[in-house]
Nanobody, 117 residues
């Protein structure tokens, strides 16, 4: 079993910055993919950014150039640095990890990010 603890959400004005963190703990060999998803009211959950163990990253077009995902493998922690935030970034942000060797996925409890105009 894997537990994910997220932190760093909050309320910020447009143009501001926030940094999300997600720490994984529990029983697993290693973590392959770590990512962040978000879900706004009335919308489907969508991928924001993901990073594989070797460091390759993938971003949604809407956040490219503004958000940066990184990870600390020694701490089993993934970060999302969000700059130049826009009101449309308002959503609940969820951490997601895929462990090895099972390729099972786990979700965090979600953290609210609210960007005011």
């Amino acid at each position: 079993q894997v537990q994910l603890v997220e932190s760093g959400g909050g309320l910020v004005q447009a143009g501001g910055s926030l940094r999300l963190s997600c720490a994984a703990s529990g029983t697993f060999f290693s973590i392959n993919v770590m990512g962040w998803y978000r879900q706004a009211p009335g919308k489907q959950r969508e991928l924001v950014a993901a990073i594989i163990r070797g460091g390759r990253t993938n971003y949604a077009d809407s956040v490219k150039g503004r958000f940066t995902i990184s990870r600390d493998n020694a701490k089993n922690t993934v970060y999302l640095q969000m700059n130049s935030l826009k009101p449309e970034d308002t959503a609940v942000y969820y951490c997601n990890v895929e462990t090895l060797p099972s390729s099972r996925q786990y979700w965090g409890q979600g953290t609210q990010v609210t960007v005011s105009s």
